[in-house]
T-cell receptor
Framework: SAVISQKPSRDICQRGTSLTIQCQVD?????MFWYRQQPGQSLTLIAT?????????ESGFVIDKFPISRPNLTFSTLTVSNMSPEDSSIYLC?????????FGPGTRLLVL | DAKTTQPTSMDCAEGRAANLPCNHS???????VYWYRQIHSQGPQYIIH???NNETNEMASLIITEDRKSSTLILPHATLRDTAVYYC???????????FGQGTELSVKP
C-alpha cells in the first residue's frame, strides 16, 4: 500500500491570497488526483495530476484557480489561488496504486 | 461512470453485523464495485472491491448479486470505531476516476 502525506495539514488564510498544498507519496503511483470536500459534503474531484503535462480538470474547475503540478511520479502540488471564503474546504490528494486508490489525510483550509 | 444509490444513514449495535446496501443498476461489464469509508476528519480508507464474485478480507465481506445491479458490504462484528461514512463506488479496475456519492453514515451504538 502507498502512504500519502500532505503539507500543510491545516491553514488559515486571508481572502485574495494563494496557498500551495504539497502531496508526497512514499512509492510510485500511476495516477494522482486532487479532491475537495466542502463542509458536510462528499468528496468532489478537482483534477487528475499528470506527470510532466497539464492537469486534466473536471467540470467547474479551472487551471487559473487551481493550478496543479506533478514534476515526478511521487509528488504533486495544488495551489488555491485568489482565495475567497467559499474556498474553505478540506483538500485531499490521492494516488492510484496497483489495485486501489489511496488518500492523504487532507489539508483543512479556512479562508477569512 | 455508473452511479450508485445508498441509504443516507444507518444504525448498528456494537458487536452485531452491519449490512450496508448499494444499488448500481447501470453498472457496465468492466466496472468493479469499490467500497471506501471516511472516519471523521480523516482521508477515505479503502475497504474492499469486487467484480462479480463475493469477496472477503480482514475488514469486511462484499456480496454482489448475480445480475451485479446491487451489492452489500458486511462488517461482521461492528465496533464503535467503525462509525464512519461508507461510500460505494463503481469504476473500471485500477483506472479511471473515483467519483464519490453521498455515502451512508453508519453509527455504531453501544
Amino acid at each position: 500500500s502507498a502512504v500519502i502525506s500532505q503539507k500543510p495539514s491545516r491553514d488559515i488564510c486571508q481572502r485574495g491570497t494563494s496557498l500551495t498544498i504539497q502531496c508526497q507519496v512514499d512509492s510510485q503511483v500511476t495516477m494522482m488526483f486532487w479532491y475537495r470536500q466542502q463542509p458536510g459534503q462528499s468528496l468532489t474531484l478537482i483534477a487528475t495530476a499528470n506527470q510532466g503535462s497539464e492537469a486534466t480538470y473536471e467540470s467547474g474547475f479551472v487551471i487559473d484557480k487551481f493550478p496543479i503540478s506533478r514534476p515526478n511520479l511521487t509528488f504533486s502540488t495544488l495551489t488555491v489561488s485568489n482565495m475567497s471564503p467559499e474556498d474553505s474546504s478540506i483538500y485531499l490528494c490521492s494516488g492510484q496504486g496497483l489495485e486501489t486508490q489511496y488518500f492523504g489525510p487532507g489539508t483543512r483550509l479556512l479562508v477569512l | 461512470d455508473a452511479k450508485t444509490t445508498q441509504p443516507t444513514s444507518m444504525d448498528c449495535a456494537e458487536g452485531r453485523a452491519a449490512n450496508l446496501p448499494c444499488n448500481h443498476s447501470t453498472i457496465s461489464g468492466n466496472e468493479y464495485v469499490y467500497w471506501y469509508r471516511q472516519i471523521h476528519s480523516q482521508g477515505p480508507q479503502y475497504i474492499i472491491h469486487g467484480l462479480k464474485n463475493n469477496e472477503t478480507n480482514e475488514m469486511a465481506s462484499l456480496i454482489i448479486t448475480e445480475d451485479r445491479k446491487s451489492s452489500t458490504l458486511i462488517l461482521p462484528h461492528a465496533t464503535l470505531r467503525d462509525t464512519a461514512v461508507y461510500y460505494c463506488i463503481v469504476r473500471v479496475f485500477s483506472g479511471g476516476k473515483l467519483i464519490f456519492g453521498q455515502g451512508t453514515e453508519l453509527s455504531v451504538k453501544p
